[in-house]
């Protein structure tokens, strides 16, 4: 991290949490980090419920339509040899007794009563000639047998041997339906038709004993092939009457099993039509009623996926906040420990000052040193008149010196001033002279050759003075290190657009190794392995970003380097 | 008696003129040097007691000078007189024979005695070099 990202952590604004103030950018990388491990932990988790409980409804439709399939097939089944055995006991009066016999009204009645023993719920009979007039009737039931040649299960039993009627109420009020058989009469070649007229409720005794295995909400009932009920429907309503749920009860399809849309609800239409009669068998369900076992652990499927993500939201919120706490806790650290670094570099570029100026002072001050001591022995060790022109010249070698301590305090004075960061109007030619004023006189004795380049049109730049002759302290000192006694240092600067001034530091040292080069602004890299800290041009990269500038270097072995700081003439407002 | 023969070394001329002024009041054989190249030539030609010797000059500095001195003359005591003073400094020039490290400004009483001394170690030195030289020669005899 740079010190300007350490510095941003420390000025962003947020809010108060438990009394401390967390960063704004802090709460957004939170919810960043809960919506991304959310989305991350939830989805696969979300899909997967979704995808099993598709592919579990279309399992359980299948199963669904193989059940409803085999039972309205049973069911079938059974009601024609329900009807069948109607059949055969009609038929088999028809033949114990003749026609003329049938025909008498009195015969009939007896013959009712034994059949009744035979034909449960026979309510009536009647006898019709091969014309389709009606010769004689008994029992109840007669209007189901009037004008018997217009009706339908008249004609069957005419074509077909036997025919079997709808369900219709009578005038009693019950149901019933009429099974007709044909009998041949051999003394003339034509025939006769014997109807019985059975109660309804035989239909609706025969459904009840049927062992359906259906549940509690799917309805069962013999329907005409209009749809009209001809037993009563469980869920309610009555014969005769349209289905209470308004199915569309259409018989019309191929097959025995489809889907209907009541409601939205995928509802489940079975039907199959009993063969050589009006009725059919119509079942009405859904999957969740044929198949209530199975749904059970489908939807336990979406139990165990709100209780997931009950939990993944817990793990992800207690994760993200740890996270963030940690995070801001290691920035905390790091933006201490960074401005601790910089720090110390303050006090080493300090330390270093100071030894310079050591020098400096001590050197004038050993000139007033000895010229005071030489007035002390004039006055003192000769007997000699004083000399007025050797006395002049003293004073003037002292006044010199005490301009020379001077110059230096003052210059020191200037630089400790900057050291609060403070925005000004620098003129960065005079700011390069005031860094060179430290180190001119000791290049001096290594016979370094320092060069400026600078134009005097350069416009002053707005920015931080202490910073930058840190800045340029730091990379002068390393450009005078790199040189051997004699080397050159060449400044030059140029107005590299309205708002940006360019200065390049040119030595012409040994030169960076290119492994070295990418790794020179790193925090405690050096190759000055007795003296070095490691931290001058790290903190310059650091210095130079926070002023809104930005450095580079170039470095060629044996040629030597180039560093090139670009700098905004108006410094860029800080967040 | 012989007088004490020294040698000034330090860019600082005003500096050397002025201390050389003052030695010589206390009659002191001086002679001056702006740079460690001509210290080494006066020293050749005035064959010095004791050096007095700048830490930082431009060219050849204080401690190659020391280095080159005591490699032609081990015997000559050089003292190290400087406004750099660094304790790190200061071990090395002793390291390397000089007789002892002073840093400016530099009262002469505290100067003064300590030239004094160095020439005498070095007349100490000489002698016990011409007493072993004697002894063996009597010792071959």
Known sequence: MTAESADNVSNSTGKEVAGKKVPARYQRLWIYAVLFTAMVSLVPVVILTLVNAYQYDRMIEAETFSFVGRLVSDARRSFEEFLQRHQ????????????????????????????????????????????????????RGEEETREPGRRQWFT????????????TRGEDGTGRFTVAVRRDRWEDG????????IDAEMLAEHLASLDLELGPSADVFLANRDGLPQTRPRLGGDILQRHPTGAPLDFSAAKDVEITDQSGDADILGYARIDDS???????????????????????????????????????????????????????????????????????????????????????LSIIEENAGLLTDLLTLTDAPPDRERFLAIADSVRNSVTRCAAITHGLLGFAKTMEPTTTPIDLRALIEEVLNFERRLAGYRNLNITTDIPKTLPAIESDRGQLQQ?????????????????????????RDENTITVMITDNGHGIP?????????????????????????????????????????????????????????????? | MTKLRVLLVDDEKEFVTTLADRLRMRDLNVCIAHN?????????????????????????????????????????????????????????????????????PADLHELLPRLKMASKQRWEKRKAAMDSSTGKQKDNQ
């Open chain 1, 88 to 139: 055969d006991t009609l038929a088999k009066v028809a033949g114990e007794y003749s026609y003329a016999q049938l025909r008498d009204p009195e015969e009939l009645d007896r013959v009712l009563i034994q059949a009744s023993e035979s034909l449960d719920g026979l309510t009536g009979l009647a006898v019709i000639d091969a014309d389709g007039t009606r010769q004689s009737h008994a029992g």
């Open chain 1, 156 to 167: 069957d039993a005419e074509l077909r041997g036997a025919g079997i009627s709808e369900v």
């Open chain 1, 190 to 197: 034509r025939f006769f038709v014997l109807a019985a007229t």
């Open chain 1, 278 to 364: 009006p009725l059919v068998f119509v079942v009405l369900t859904s999957p969740k009623d044929v198949m209530e076992d199975r749904i059970y652990p489908r939807n336990h499927s979406f139990w165990i996926l709100g209780v997931s993500a009950v939990f993944l939201l817990a793990s992800t919120l207690w994760f993200a906040t740890n996270l963030l706490r940690r995070i801001h806790g290691a920035d905390e650290q790091l933006a201490e420990v960074l401005h601790n670094v910089e720090y110390t570099n303050r006090m080493a570029s300090i330390g270093r000052l100071a030894a310079g100026v050591a020098h400096e002072i001590n050197n004038p």
């Open chain 1, 471 to 495: 800045v340029f302290l730091n990379i002068l000192t390393n450009a005078f290190d790199a040189v051997d006694d004699g080397g050159r240092v060449d400044i030059s600067m140029e107005l």
């Open chain 1, 514 to 575: 290119e492994k070295n080069l990418k790794r020179i602004f790193e925090p405690f890299f050096t190759t000055k392995l007795e003296y070095g800290t490691g931290l001058g041009l790290s903190i310059t990269y650091g210095l130079v970003v926070k002023l809104g500038g930005h450095i580079n270097v170039q470095s060629e072995i044996g040629k030597g380097s180039t560093f090139t700081v670009r700098l905004p003439v108006k410094r860029p407002t800080q967040d």
């Open chain 2, 36 to 104: 460690g190249e001509e210290a080494l030539s006066v020293a050749e030609a005035e064959n010095p007691d004791v050096v007095v010797l700048d830490r930082k000059m431009p060219g050849l500095g204080g401690m190659e000078t020391l280095k080159l001195l005591k490699k032609s003359w081990p015997d000559l005591e050089v003292i190290i007189l400087t406004g750099h003073g660094g304790q790190k400094d200061e071990k090395v020039a002793l390291d390397l024979g000089a007789f002892d490290y002073l840093r400016k």
